[in-house]
C-alpha cells in the first residue's frame, strides 16, 4: 500500500516546499511523522546533491538511525523497517543537514494490510531560529572533539540537526521548530561563508523556503503559515570573514553598518511576528565580544520589553570547533529555562 506524501494521517513541521507530487525538505529539523500498525515501511524520495555526503535520520519507535542517501537525484527506496509482526509503530524521517541537498518525499509503502492510526495531537507551542551552522547541528555527533576542532576527515556524516541546541531546547519546551539555519551563513550578502565565492546572508534567505541558488530560483515562504511563540536569532558569528570589522574597529564605517543592518532586520522580524518574544544571541563558540556588544547596543536602541539578549554561560569561548552533543545538551538547558521565563503557557520545559 502506497501512502502518498499529501496523505492526511501524515504530520509535517518545517519550511517545507510542496510541488505537485513530493514535499521537500531544505531546512535542517524538519520532518515528517506517520503512524502505523504494519509489518514494513520504506520511504521513497530523491535526493538533489549539492556538497558533503548526505544523510536523513530516522527514529523508529524510540530508536534514532541515519540513512545514506544516493547522489543521483532519483527516486530511492529507503528501508526503515521490515519482517517484523504486525505491531504498531510510530517513525518520524528528519532533515539531519542544511541546503546542502534537498530531499523530496513522494511518500511511503507498507504491507497491504497495515492500517493507518491517528499520531497524538501535535503541541501548540512554537519555536522558529535563525542561524549558521551551529542552529543547524553541524558535525555535532563528533563527540569525542568537545571543546576541540573539528575532525578533518568528516563528510556530513557527522552533522545531525537532532542534537543541535536548537532542536534540543524546543524539545526540552514541548515545542514544534522551524529551524532556519545555514552552515556559513552571516547576516550579509558578500560575507561569511556560505555560497562561496558569491556570498548569500541571512537578509536574502530568512523570507524563503528555498534559497540555495544550486537548486533552482528562490521560493518566497508565506509567513501565514507558521507563527512563532518565540523567535531565536544566532547571527553574528561567520560575519567576521572575510574581515573582523568589528573586532579591529567597533566604530568603523562597517561595523556602523552591520549594526544598522541587524537592527533592520530585526524590526523586519518583529513587523512579521508582533506577538513574539525575540531572543537575540550569538552561541559558545569562538568569536570576539565585540559581536555580542553590538548585538546588545542594537537590543538597547530598539528597547521593545519582547526582544531580549542572551548570553550563554561559556558565550564566544567555549568551543574553537563546532557544538556537539555534551555541548548543545547544556546551551539548551541554559536557552530553555531563559525562555520558560517570559511565562508563554505552551511552552513549558519537559522530558526531551
Not at 155 to 166: D, P, Q, V
Not at 303 to 332: C, V, W, Y
Request: glycine letters at 6%; one cysteine or more.
Amino acid at each position: 500500500m502506497f501512502i502518498k506524501s499529501d496523505n492526511e494521517f501524515l504530520e509535517y513541521c518545517g519550511r517545507i516546499y510542496c510541488e505537485a507530487d513530493k514535499k521537500v525538505f531544505i531546512y535542517p529539523c524538519s520532518y515528517v511523522k506517520l503512524k502505523f500498525r504494519g509489518k514494513y515501511i520504506k520511504a521513497i524520495v530523491d535526493n538533489n546533491q549539492g556538497y558533503w555526503e548526505n544523510y536523513l535520520g530516522c527514529i523508529l519507535d524510540g530508536r534514532q538511525s541515519k540513512i545514506k542517501l544516493s547522489d543521483d537525484n532519483y527516486k530511492q527506496e529507503l528501508i526503515l523497517m521490515e519482517n517484523t509482526d504486525s505491531n504498531e509503530h510510530e517513525v518520524m524521517l528528519f532533515k539531519r543537514q542544511d541546503s546542502c541537498h534537498e530531499v523530496g518525499l513522494y511518500g511511503f509503502e507498507v504491507d497491504e494490510d497495515a492500517v493507518l492510526l491517528q499520531l497524538p495531537e501535535k503541541t501548540k507551542g512554537k519555536i522558529e531560529v535563525y542561524g549558521d551552522s551551529v542552529s543547524a547541528g553541524e558535525v555535532s555527533e563528533a563527540f569525542d572533539y568537545m571543546g576541540k576542532p573539528d575532525p578533518t576527515w568528516h563528510m556530513g556524516e557527522l552533522s545531525n540537526s537532532y542534537y543541535s541546541y536548537a532542536w534540543l531546547t524546543a524539545r526540552k519546551l514541548n515545542a514544534q521548530i522551524h529551524d532556519i539555519a545555514q552552515g556559513g551563513i552571516a547576516l550579509l550578502d558578500n560575507t561569511g561563508w556560505f555560497n562561496e565565492p558569491n556570498y548569500i546572508g541571512m537578509e536574502s534567505v530568512y523570507d524563503k523556503v528555498r534559497y540555495n541558488p544550486a537548486f533552482g530560483k528562490p521560493v518566497k515562504w508565506d509567513f501565514n503559515n507558521y507563527t512563532p511563540d518565540v523567535v531565536i536569532v544566532a547571527i553574528g558569528q561567520n560575519d567576521s570573514h572575510p574581515d573582523d570589522y568589528m573586532a579591529e574597529d567597533y566604530n568603523c564605517a562597517k561595523a556602523k553598518n552591520w549594526r544598522e543592518h541587524y537592527r533592520d532586520f530585526i524590526l523586519k522580524l518583529r513587523t512579521i511576528y508582533p506577538e513574539a518574544h525575540i531572543v537575540l544571541c550569538t552561541t559558545i563558540l569562538e568569536h570576539h565580544k565585540n559581536w555580542d556588544n553590538a548585538i546588545e547596543e542594537v537590543c538597547r536602541e530598539i528597547a521593545d520589553e519582547k526582544i531580549h539578549h542572551f548570553l550563554f554561560e561559556k558565550n564566544g569561548s567555549g568551543t574553537p570547533g563546532h557544538i556537539r552533543l555534551q555541548e548543545a545538551e547544556k546551551m539548551s538547558d541554559e536557552l530553555a529555562e531563559y525562555i520558560e521565563s517570559f511565562g508563554i503557557s505552551s511552552l513549558r520545559r519537559g522530558e526531551c
